[in-house]
């Protein structure tokens, strides 16, 4: 299927001008692919949330559940956030905290990106390193120093992003709405990324509502809980969960394809060698979910929400080193795997 895009000639569009750094978030850009699947008659696209001004697609539901927070009350200039993030979500959160005199804290574990952590403390926000995972689960040892840091002063506020229904509002009205309106509507298979599933359930609450045939496929970690996933080791951020999220509970899609770590990084690999974009390690994971498929998707239009940038994990899924490590893979394998040889 071929679908009519709006291409202006370069340097001829007229630049946004915002009123403050948050309103640049959203109206991201879609990009066609046109090497990265081994088949020709996929019109494949991605969605670029790197280029949100807080480097990925968690700045919306951050802005989402601030604003909706100070509008009702809940929370007033002064006070502190806390949150629980592996790196993107506490970005977006530490971004939105500066613009509207909030305190942020933000409570990590090992996994997260060293480079996420240093912006973090940039944007002003303080990091509880939680070192010491909770039967085997470091997000349940993270909501535990969320609660008792909240219990410490009565000005903490919890945004939840696991819980709150703004995390998915959010995406149902930005970024699926802008997925459809440039592609007018014509997509055969929206591909998504989960943790909280906040993304792909907006994604799918959406489609749902315009009526659209569109089948949306949520794309997970192996060794996540999710969609009776069975918990296990994890290398990996932004992807998959080791207990499951409020917002998971009894959710469904039209169709699911597990990833491990290494294919993350295969994938991350291969995008740069035919598209040239650094895309981010759930993003690989993403990609490589629609190759696995590319025989299904035959003269069909699909779109990969890619949710950050390999730019920060240039010490992990692009460091050689690191994936022996960690992995136990040599660079030959990787590039087998992607096949780049």
């Known amino acids: 299927m071929n679908i ?19 309103d640049l978030i959203g109206q ?27 480097g ?4 919306r539901p951050a802005r989402h559940m601030i604003e909706r927070a100070l509008a009702d009350g809940r929370l007033s200039p002064g006070d502190t956030v806390v949150e629980s993030s592996s790196g993107n979500m506490g970005i977006g959160l530490a971004q939105a905290c500066a613009l509207h005199h909030l305190k942020f804290i933000c409570v990590v574990d090992p996994n997260a990106q060293a480079q996420n952590i240093d912006i973090i403390r ?14 085997g689960d470091f997000l349940a040892a993270r909501l535990e120093r969320v609660s008792v840091l909240l219990e410490e002063s009565a000005d903490r506020f919890w945004p939840n992003q696991y819980a709150n229904l703004d995390n998915p509002a959010s995406h149902e009205t930005g970024t699926v ?76 899609f039209d169709g699911l394809v597990r990833v491990s770590d290494l294919t ?32 299904e998707l035959s003269g ?21 080193d690191w994936v022996a490590r960690e992995l136990g893979a040599s660079g030959d394998e990787v590039r087998a795997l992607a096949g780049l040889q």
């Open 28 to 54: 991201t850009p879609l990009v066609r692919l046109h090497h990265y699947l081994d088949k020709a008659s996929v019109n494949l696209f991605a969605k670029l949330e790197a280029l949100n001004p807080g």
């Open 122 to 135: 940039a944007l002003g926000g303080q990091i509880e390193l939680v070192d010491q995972a909770l039967d």
């Open 300 to 320: 069909k239009t699909a779109v990969a929400i890619l949710h950050d940038s390999g730019s920060r994990y240039l010490s992990t899924v692009f460091d050689d």
């Open 177 to 252: 709405a802008e997925i459809d309106a440039a592609l007018s509507g014509q997509v055969d298979y929206l591909f998504v990324a989960c943790s909280s599933t906040g993304t792909a359930r907006g994604c799918r609450d959406f489609l749902r509502a315009k009526g659209r045939r569109t089948k949306v496929v949520a794309v997970d970690a192996e060794g996540s809980t999710l969609f009776d996933g069975t918990a296990g080791p994890r290398k990996i951020s932004g992807m998959g969960a080791g207990r499951l999220p409020e917002l998971a509970q009894g959710q469904s």
């Open 264 to 295: 993350c990084v295969a994938g991350c690999r291969r995008a740069v060698k035919h598209e040239g974009i650094l895309v981010g390690g759930s993003g690989g994971g993403v990609l490589e979910a629609v190759r696995s498929m590319q025989d």
């Open 4 to 22: 009519e895009t709006n291409i202006a000639p370069a340097n001829t569009s007229v630049p946004r001008v915002a009123d403050n750094l948050l």
């Open 56 to 59: 990925s697609a968690k700045d």
